[in-house]
């Protein structure tokens, strides 16, 4: 045995997971460590600077918006529907495109056209169209939100997973694993899946900061989250009036929304390598 | 008096392929009319070139391919139906495969004990007896325990057909399928491989289908051999009478190729082929051979010879021989 600390992908596993964690555990705790309430208006303290930089107030820490709202406060609330929108679309898409993409790639023939043809279909139709017709059908929630942000992303892991699988099903150990007897899932599970792993994580970090993104031309279009409650993406989108004026105003929604993905994106590295035995032992 | 471990009556393989604006049908004659008889305890040599439908043979034979017609017998069974779909008929086992390149037979991501155990877990076997036959296995293809921890990027070529071997033969088979699965490895390797098969074959009453474009190893390997043309049987008997006097013009011009050190004593004539063999697509009307053939008569032009017993044991499909 060796350290665990010389094992691949430690570090990045440790750096991003820390990261995440910090984000998720100030999400959970935003009403602790909150200063203010985040829609509290005070609109004699509107667009104050960091409080580092000269004009700033050291009761709002990141600064105010137009409305005279505490920055710092809105980014810990927002990180609460922004986390939970990124993770729950990434997630829900990687399991839905990743099976179907699975099922399509190994089986081929009438499935694989079927299932490439509704994939053609959520690709050419016009994304804001589906959004809205499904809003007006079901109404507002988060829920259908994040549903609807899995049914944009589906899709790229159904595509990737495919063709990984195609290429893998006529590998020699599944071909073997086929003489052994093995029923198709287990060879789809057992060889198929593990080995087509690494670019379902790629596609899943980059999904995850788009998600939070598309979040927000939702939100400002009315169809997602009300414009009261914050939202990373909606605090980079209202920020983007007052560029010149009050850069902060986006740029620290947008720091938080990059550091979210460099984190998980490392971690999903480090799991990616973790599990890579060709390059366990070399340090 | 042996008794036949496999037979194959009349097996077609054609895949349909579709060209062009006009769809127009045309299909790869990979297998056309193939009968083939193995006899328990032997080891049956298969050589043909490249695209002579060997390699889709051994697919039939292990249920990984259907063929397009006839039939396949283990023991006067018909198991002809994929293997992982109907296989009530055969106790999967029974049949078992060793592919060409070792790098690719073998999962990545697993380590060498996993993959010994697969066909194990598969079968259902329990955590602790599949633990102590792997062991068993590794010994008996010349690894150490050890190496059941270790991942295969860990190993050689060599030994990692090795593994290969052990998971073949994992479950007791009685037909092993080598798909050219010492034509990956160095020469010094070869040779080690080759007598790791021979040990195992007399250990266990192994019967082989060893498939192969090296003639020295299948002279080395088989009792039995046949000659693969386009689809084909040519030739078939036994190995020595094939090699010391083969009959099919085909076959001479193969056996004339083989390197040997008599070859310069005795001055023995080289039999140059012509041409490339011709596309599995458009296969030549009468005798599939004629294109080539030094000896071409008319008759080879348009009736295709049938393969017909010349001697006991010896089959030949030439008009020269009718």
């Not at chain 1, 430690?10 to 990261?19: A, Q």
């Not at chain 1, 029923?183 to 788009?210: D, E, G, Q």
């Not at chain 2, 020469?187 to 491989?193: D, G, P, R, T, Y």
Request: one cysteine or more; aromatic letters at 8%.
């Amino acid at each position: 045995m060796y350290a665990l600390t010389k094992h691949p992908g430690f570090w990045s596993i440790f750096t991003g997971g820390l990261v995440v964690l910090i984000l998720i555990l100030s999400a959970v705790f935003a009403p602790i460590i909150a200063t203010h309430p985040p829609d509290q208006q005070v609109l004699s303290d509107r667009l104050l600077p960091v409080s580092w930089a000269e004009g700033g107030s050291a009761a709002h820490i990141l600064g105010t918006d137009t409305l005279g709202r505490d920055i710092f406060s809105r980014i810990l609330y927002g990180a609460r529907i922004s986390l939970t929108v990124g993770l729950a679309a990434a997630i829900g898409a990687g399991i839905i495109g990743t099976t179907f993409g699975l099922i399509s790639g190994f089986y081929g023939g009438k499935i694989d056209y079927i299932v490439q043809k509704i994939v053609e279909v959520f690709q050419s139709f016009p994304f804001l169209l589906l959004a809205i017709s499904i809003m007006a059908i079901s109404g507002q929630s988060l829920g259908i939100l994040i549903l609807v942000l899995i049914l944009q992303r589906w899709v790229e892991y159904c595509r990737v997973v495919r063709g990984e699988t195609l290429s893998l099903k006529s590998r020699e150990y599944v071909q073997a694993a086929k003489t052994m007897g093995a029923k198709n899932y287990f060879a789809i599970i057992r060889h198929i899946l593990p080995n087509s792993v690494a670019p379902v994580i790629i596609i899943a970090t980059y999904s995850l900061a788009s998600s939070i993104i598309t979040e927000s031309s939702l939100s400002f279009l009315g169809m997602g989250v009300p414009p009261h409650i914050p939202t990373w993406g909606s605090m980079l989108s209202e920020g983007r009036d007052y560029m010149y004026a009050a850069p902060w105003l986006s740029i620290i929604p947008g720091i938080c929304i990059f550091v979210t993905v460099i984190a998980v994106n490392l971690l999903g590295d480090g799991v990616r390598d973790w599990f890579d035995p060709s390059i366990r032992g070399r340090s | 008096m042996k008794s036949s471990i496999l037979t194959m009556e009349n097996i077609k393989c054609h895949f349909p392929i579709e060209r062009g604006i006009f769809k127009t049908k045309q299909s790869v004659k990979a297998l056309d009319g193939v009968d083939l008889n193995i006899y328990e305890g032997d080891t049956f040599g298969l050589v043909g070139e490249s695209g002579s439908g060997k390699s889709t043979l051994a697919r039939v034979v292990a249920g990984l391919q259907r063929p397009t017609n006839g039939r396949v017998f283990f023991r006067g069974k018909d198991i002809t139906p994929l293997r992982n779909q109907e296989s009530k008929a055969l106790k999967i086992s029974d049949i078992q495969m060793v592919f060409q390149d070792p790098y690719s037979s073998i999962d990545p991501r697993m380590l060498i004990g996993e993959i010994i155990e697969e066909p194990m877990l598969i079968a259902g076997w329990g955590k602790s007896e599949r633990k102590k036959r792997t062991e068993e296995l590794l010994e008996l293809v010349g690894l150490s325990k050890e190496a059941a921890k270790r991942y295969p990027h860990e190993m050689s070529g060599g030994q990692r057909q090795r593994v290969a071997i052990a998971r073949a033969i994992a479950l007791k088979p009685k037909l092993v399928i080598c798909d050219e699965s010492v034509s990956a490895l160095d020469v010094s390797i070869q040779a080690q491989i080759l007598n790791l098969l021979d040990d195992l074959q007399t250990e266990f009453n192994l019967t082989y289908l060893f498939i192969a474009h090296d003639l020295g190893v299948v002279r080395h390997m088989s009792d039995v051999i046949g000659i693969m043309y386009l689809g084909e049987i040519v030739e078939k008997g036994m190995t020595e009478e094939v090699y010391q006097n083969p009959l099919h013009p085909y076959t001479k011009a193969l056996v004339s190729m083989i390197p040997t050190i008599e070859h310069r004593i005795h001055n023995r004539e080289r039999i140059v082929l012509k041409g490339e063999i011709p596309s599995p697509m458009k296969l030549p009307k009468g005798c599939r051979f004629h294109t080539r053939c030094p000896y071409k008569m008319k008759i080879c032009e348009d009736i295709n010879p049938k393969l017909q017993e010349v001697e006991e044991g010896r089959l030949v499909s030439c008009h020269l021989f009718n």
